[in-house]
């Protein structure tokens, strides 16, 4: 038979498809990905015109400009005058109305509110009628706000009475930052643009800050939590941060041993990971926990390189880091962002946060006088609880501000905002020192919540462990056999052939020399 030598036919591959930009219409790019570069280095985006959003195609600006359209409500509510776009937002409200209302009074008319929010608005219409009106300066600076619970037992001191000035930017030094950097600025020095933010009057601000005093928390407890109280001798590198050991330093005290820096200061500051997994400080914000003004909110530009900026839960991007350093707005490295930090407090003053260990720990600081949210809110859960014991529940911010303070932080998907959460951490505070027996009967509800999830958390365990135990523990055979396997039938003994029944039908052993093949 002639054997035929057949050529190999070769297949060609499919070109990958090529992918276009829709600006300047250039098909060269093999992937998304590429021409999501392109697209983002030349500007090759959609504008929106309503604002200064950009979008990569066309589909994704139509989608955005829905949010510019006022949509037609024709969903209203039958039990008040409020009206909705959707039939799912009409059910939820719905269900607000049938919610049972929180029984908030005010001390000075005993009329009932069911949000605190709602109570701190009404006990201004107090301080207007019960005080003089007061003229305002030239400056821009306004009077201090009257007394939101005045307390007869304690004296009002000119001393206590803090102002709050307005330092808006000039436009011209607005136009020259970038749009996230001037929005940024203009929240800043309006910290009340909202009214979900708690305001202290005079007299309140003394008995607010004596209360925070006392509720300092001890020593063997920020060491139970992880707040690092003293600094290292050896030049030890930290698992997490930047900062070396050596590098810890005690808040400096005020010049001449006076307190001329600020009480009591809310701080807040979000991450971002450089070389080696190190996490490393990326923006700050202080903000003064009795008056609500703004300190600093300001990013932090790194030593080292950025290798994740963390966007999901940070909320700094690398086009707007980029923007702060160009404009001049950005601080150099974590050692500039502590100095800073230091130009308003001093070693007297109470520092407020949210697990501020971690905090303090990005920046290098050692600091005795702490009141974190997150521990008062735990100890109120855990009350019985030893001080050196860490607690064995603690509770996110976002949580705190929406069942204690009543409002949403944290929405959206740009992550974090360290303003934004020094707020909020700075309300769940006060609320905490405002409502003592409505944080005591929050504090059993959430008892009873982590004990039932302990409880299923235990009966998830004892399942693992008992179908763990079952699987180690298979059926023996009879006669010693393994166990059966899938895919194998395994004989009784009598049904089994041997090897000396085989030898044996061939004749062994010998019947002359003996030889039987089965005892070699």
């Not at 007061?134 to 102002?163: C, F, R, V």
């Not at 180690?472 to 000396?500: L, V």
Request: proline residues 7%.
């Amino acid at each position: 038979m002639t054997a035929v030598a057949v050529a190999s036919v070769s297949v060609p591959k499919p070109n990958p498809v090529a992918q276009t930009c829709p600006v300047c219409q250039r098909r060269t790019f093999k992937t998304v990905k590429a021409l999501r570069a392109h697209q983002q280095t030349l500007r090759h985006l959609f504008p929106c015109t309503d604002c200064d959003k950009e979008f990569i195609d066309s589909k994704a600006l139509e989608q955005h400009r829905i949010v510019h359209a006022k949509p037609e409500k024709p969903w209203a509510c039958s039990k008040c005058t409020r009206k909705f776009a959707s039939e799912k937002a009409l059910a939820d409200h719905h269900a607000s109305h049938s919610r049972p209302l929180k029984q908030i009074a005010c001390n000075i008319c005993n009329r009932k509110f069911k949000t605190s929010p709602a109570l701190s608005q009404h006990v201004l219409s107090h301080q207007e009628a019960d005080s003089a009106p007061k003229p305002q300066s030239a400056t821009g600076t306004l009077p201090a706000p009257t007394p939101a619970s005045a307390s007869a037992t304690i004296p009002q001191s000119s001393d206590i009475e803090e102002k709050i000035t307005q330092s808006v930017p000039p436009s011209h030094q607005l136009s020259a930052l970038s749009p996230d950097l001037a929005i940024a600025n203009v929240v800043a020095n309006h910290p009340y643009n909202s009214n979900r933010f708690a305001v202290l009057g005079p007299s309140e601000k003394d008995l607010r800050y004596l209360e925070l005093r006392e509720k300092c928390h001890p020593i063997s407890r920020l060491l139970a939590q992880g707040f690092r109280m003293i600094a290292f001798t050896d030049q030890r590198e930290p698992r997490k941060g930047t900062v070396l050991g050596t590098q810890f330093q005690n808040t400096p005290p005020s010049p001449m041993n006076r307190h001329q820096k600020r009480k009591a200061v809310v701080i807040d500051c979000e991450m971002v990971t450089v070389t080696s997994g190190r996490r490393h400080i990326a923006s700050i914000a202080a903000v003064d926990f009795l008056t609500g003004e703004v300190l600093l909110n300001q990013y932090v530009y790194p030593e080292a390189k950025i290798v994740n900026y963390n966007t999901r839960y940070s909320g700094i991007s690398h086009a707007t880091m980029m923007a702060a350093v160009r404009n001049g707005a950005a601080l150099r490295g974590w050692e500039a962002a502590r100095e800073a930090l230091w130009e308003h407090v001093d070693q007297d003053t109470v520092l407020i946060g949210h697990a501020l260990q971690n905090d303090l720990s990005i920046m290098g600081i050692i600091h005795s006088r702490i009141v974190d949210s997150q521990i008062l809110t735990g100890e109120a859960i855990f009350p019985k609880l030893s001080t050196s014991s860490p607690l064995p529940r603690l509770t996110g911010l976002k949580a705190l501000a929406s069942e204690l303070t009543e409002y949403d932080i944290q929405a959206g998907r740009k992550g974090h905002t360290a303003l934004e959460d020094a707020y909020a951490t700075r309300d769940v505070v006060i609320w905490c020192l405002r409502y003592p027996q409505l944080l005591e009967s929050w504090a059993d509800m959430a008892k009873k919540r982590y004990e039932q999830i302990k409880k299923q958390d235990k009966e998830r365990r004892e399942m693992r462990k008992a179908k763990k135990k079952a699987t180690k523990k298979q059926p023996q055979s009879r006669g010693g056999m393994p166990p059966r396997t899938q895919g194998y039938r395994y004989c009784e003994d009598s049904e089994m052939e041997h090897w000396s029944d085989i030898a044996e039908a061939c004749g062994y052993p010998h019947p002359d020399t003996g030889y039987d093949p089965w005892s070699d």
